[in-house]
């Protein structure tokens, strides 16, 4: 995979080609009173699987971890399909004996200190090391593979998520077109910003992976344009279906990849204007309306 260097490319303020999305893709307002649950959706092959807006955050979280080390879908399937088990794809603070975390590593087995354990990041890192040293895990089952990293007592345990792991694998690297994931939320609460995205896509795929720019802004949000530095197509699927899935976590009111487009209040949508950007944008929130 091509690698480019900084994340920043430039910034470009306002401009016609996004200026349609600047004024209707942000927020969803003065529509009648609906109820949203919440939840995030990824579907695969016909099946579709819910969690909560922040197991599904994880779940981008670990699927994009196998990026980092060239490891392929399948590897992602193997990480969320052992964090679903482990944790249920949340960062627990508490264990069997002194498990913590996304994927419930111990401390006293030399899986980092209790607090680096208890970072999403240094976690999944560490998952895919060990994975990555697995003497043919590419050929083995999900539950083989994740069971020589983890070696837990109930070995077959792994298994039984592996079809919703690869449904979360496979939209977040891309195998799977924007939008396979979708997700039912109210209004942003907390603000966030363009350099906040900026980390959390870093931090998620590692760095040179892809690129962004400010494309412009307006009293509350920010468009964020991000391009796939090796160009692949996948890649922007992939990240657009990410941004769905981090929306919660991240004040992330609108995604737009070519003529698919998902708003926070609204879901899945076709757009009618055509934007002239060739990648996925992202608005970002940035002020809440006053009391």
Not at 26 to 47: I, K, M, Q, W
Not at 52 to 76: H, I, Y
Not at 161 to 176: F, K, N, Q, T, V
Not at 214 to 229: E, P, Q, S
Request: with cysteine.
């Amino acid at each position: 995979m091509a690698r480019s260097g900084g994340f920043w490319a430039g910034l470009v303020f306002g401009g016609a080609a996004v200026g349609a999305v600047v004024a209707t893709g942000y927020f969803v307002a003065n529509y009648d009173p609906v109820s949203h649950d919440g939840l995030c959706r990824v579907t695969l092959d016909g099946e579709t699987y819910a969690r909560t807006a922040e197991a599904a955050s994880n779940a981008a979280l670990v699927a994009a971890g196998a990026v980092k080390f060239d490891m392929g879908t399948f590897a992602s399937t193997i990480g969320v399909a052992t964090a679903i088990q482990e944790s249920g794809l949340r960062n627990l603070d508490y264990g069997d004996r002194d498990s913590l975390g996304l994927f419930q590593q111990r401390p006293s087995q030399g899986w980092g200190t209790p607090d680096e354990v208890r970072d999403p990041h240094f976690a999944t890192r560490k998952f895919y090391q060990h994975l990555a040293d697995v003497d043919g895990w590419e050929s083995m089952r999900v539950t083989d593979a994740a069971q020589a990293v983890q070696r837990s007592g109930f070995p077959e345990a792994y298994e039984e998520h592996a079809p919703e792991a690869a449904a979360w694998a496979a939209a977040i690297r891309g195998d799977e077109a924007f939008a396979a994931v979708d997700c039912d939320l109210d209004a942003v609460e907390a603000p966030s910003s363009a350099e906040d995205l900026a980390q959390r896509i870093r931090r998620d795929f590692g760095e040179g992976v892809y690129g962004a720019a400010v494309l412009g802004r307006n009293d509350r949000a920010v468009l964020v344009g991000v391009t796939a530095a090796s160009g692949d197509q996948r890649e922007l699927d992939g990240l657009a279906n990410w941004a769905v899935a981090v929306s919660g976590e991240e004040a992330i009111a609108s995604v737009r990849l070519g003529d698919e487009q998902w708003l926070r209040e609204q879901g899945i949508t076709s757009a009618a204007e055509t934007t002239g950007f060739d990648g996925v944008l992202i608005g970002v929130v940035e002020t809440t309306p006053a009391d």
